[in-house]
């Protein structure tokens, strides 16, 4: 099988587009090779999100993430995916400044990786960056609601649109964000009537995160929804316990190595074959 046949078999930005009000998206984040395979063949959209700051580099929000960061995690996921669509995050200073810079950091990310498409947090005033990409044929998905990039502004991470300023800002958001030619969009921290809302008023699918079941598709990042860390966002529901598993896998191991009964590898290789 050529190189392109085996390409064309990845969802594509149409692909997602057609989605809408379809059966609905299966997101998640994936930020290295192993996981990006495992999840690979249960998702549509792989997110290689800038979470990726607190989630593996210990970071308190996503403000010291850079381009390179995303470029290195982007390339591992594009490495052991091969059916999901990849979108990579444009972290913070990388595509704020102007067009010109957002085109060229973005170009930067689609070419050193190989993803499918890049998203941006898309306040009103992105509209024109994510116009400016779309035509010229950066696929991007746009970020509205809670936008993590805003925290250190905004004194945290803040759910949106519990009252009607900032509701009608969401909306804007959206719209704005929809009408530069986004082919997905991000909703982020908000109630289920302003996610159904924007979702019966933009053409895009939305894909939501902590924003209800009133959205096209569905995205967590994947560590949460796995139960790896002891604090999870209150909306996330946990599939797994990888936490308590990972916790007694190790103490196993060191109390063997410990008391000398840590096995040699013919005694692991007759366990294995049972
Ligand atoms: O960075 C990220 O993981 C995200 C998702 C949570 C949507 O933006």
């Known amino acids: 099988m050529s190189a392109q046949s085996q390409s064309a078999k990845r969802m594509t930005p149409p692909d997602i587009r057609v989605r809408k009000g379809g059966e609905p998206l299966v997101c998640l984040t994936a930020y290295d090779a192993p996981m990006a395979a495992l999840l690979d063949p249960h998702c549509d959209f792989l997110l290689v999100g800038d979470s990726v700051g607190m989630v593996v580099h210990g970071l308190p929000n996503t403000i010291g993430v850079t381009l390179d960061m995303m470029i290195l995690h982007g390339q591992a996921v594009m490495r052991g995916s091969k059916q999901a669509l990849v979108c990579v995050d444009m972290p913070f200073s990388s595509y704020e400044r102007s067009k010109e810079q957002a085109f060229d950091n973005a170009a930067r990310v689609l070419q050193e990786t190989g993803c499918q498409a890049v998203k941006v947090e898309s306040g009103v005033y992105v509209g024109d960056t994510i116009r400016y990409l779309a035509e010229r044929a950066i696929p991007v998905v746009g970020h509205v609601g809670l936008r993590p990039q805003a925290a250190l502004a905004e004194g945290g991470f803040k759910a949106k649109g519990r009252d009607e300023a900032s509701r009608r800002r969401v909306l804007d958001e959206a719209i704005a964000t929809d009408e530069a030619g986004a082919f997905a969009i991000v909703i982020e921290g908000v109630a289920e009537d302003l996610a159904a809302e924007i979702t019966e008023t933009v053409k895009a699918p939305t894909i939501g995160i902590g924003a209800s079941a009133a959205c096209d598709g569905q995205i967590l990042v994947t560590q949460d929804m796995m139960g790896l860390f002891d604090w999870t966002p209150r909306f996330v529901k946990r599939y797994a316990d990888l936490k308590s598993q990972m916790e007694a896998g190790v103490k196993a191991y060191g109390e063997e190595v410990?008391?000398?009964?840590?096995?040699?590898?013919?005694?692991?290789?007759?366990?294995r074959k049972g």
Do not use: T
């Open 258 to 271: 410990r008391s000398r009964a840590f096995p040699g590898p013919d005694q692991v290789y007759k366990a």
